[in-house]
């Protein structure tokens, strides 16, 4: 049976198991894509196998890679690497005990473009599983979603991705999940188009809990209603607020800016505070 088949059978309500969503995935033809009878890309690590690795201060500033075509960004003494001891798989950043610290973690080109332009209105869908230690102020900040500085012309891993002190987001294309400094336990999903203002679309979409996964994701499906072009996932669970069509038309929105996936996290004061991603995927027509 067609993976997509099997997740629509499995629509419902909150899931917080290791498994993707199916209200997201339930209508992706993923392994259409894969095996190329559908013209797509696809993006998918869950970590049980060869993991991005980072020696403390190798990459520091540089974007360079870690391996398996990602781009890292690592303050001196920042690690990204395989979890100890976790069978299934997790991705870690840990080192990071000086004030302002961060990582950054991002897929190595611009794969991804929500955009109403015709030729490049294609559906897509994305989704990860993250945690932090702590969900303390100024503990640990971070990003996830997709994301690229085209004012620089290159990945976020190479530019930064959170401001010192506040870990707000650069002036850079993004659409994602954002946990800030001032409040460590309010995540708001968010928007930019390059150079310009923020748009916190869903202020408080999760409440993270400290050492405990989340699945946050979205989806875009241009010949859905024009409400609802947009839908914001948490565990499963379809959000009640919405990217429109007028908003995506707007100059706020990231509209025909291609973006990579991105990770990042950033401490807030000097103690170390880990996070970790279970997986993530990111999947587009056309």
Not at 101 to 126: C, Q, R
Request: negative net charge; charged residues 20%.
């Amino acid at each position: 049976m067609p993976l997509a088949m099997q997740l629509k059978d499995n629509l419902g309500s909150e899931r917080t198991d290791r498994g993707m969503s199916p209200n997201i995935w339930g209508d992706c033809p993923i392994m259409s894509i894969i095996e190329g009878t559908i013209i797509g890309r696809h993006f998918y690590d869950d970590f049980d196998g060869p993991c991005p690795n980072t020696d403390a201060g190798l990459y520091e500033g540089a974007g360079e890679s870690c391996g398996k075509g990602y781009l890292f960004y690592g303050d001196t003494g920042v690690t990204i690497k395989a979890q100890a001891g976790v069978e299934e798989g997790v991705v870690e950043v840990a080192g990071n005990d000086a004030d302002n610290d961060e990582s950054v973690m991002s897929t190595g080109s611009p794969s991804f473009i929500i955009s109403d332009t015709a030729a490049d209105a294609k559906k897509l869908w994305f989704e990860a599983r993250i945690k932090k230690a702590s969900i303390a102020n100024n503990a640990c900040a971070l990003f996830c979603g997709l994301g690229w500085d085209h004012t620089a012309g290159v990945s976020v891993a190479q530019t930064l991705c959170l401001t010192d002190d506040d870990a707000n987001l650069g002036a850079f294309s993004f659409i994602g999940f954002h946990v800030d400094q001032a409040d460590g336990d309010a995540m708001d999903f968010v928007y930019q188009a390059d150079g310009g203002a923020q748009t916190v679309l869903i202020a408080g979409v999760e409440v993270p809990v400290a050492n405990t996964f989340v699945k946050v994701g979205f989806r875009y499906d241009p010949d859905a209603d024009d409400a609802k072009q947009i839908k914001v996932y948490i565990n499963n669970v379809e959000q009640s607020t919405y990217v429109t069509a007028t908003q995506i038309a707007a100059a706020t929105f990231p509209d025909a800016e291609p973006m990579a996936m991105v990770w990042a996290a950033k401490v807030g004061a000097s103690a170390e505070s880990k996070a970790q991603m279970d997986w993530w995927r990111g999947a587009q027509l056309g």
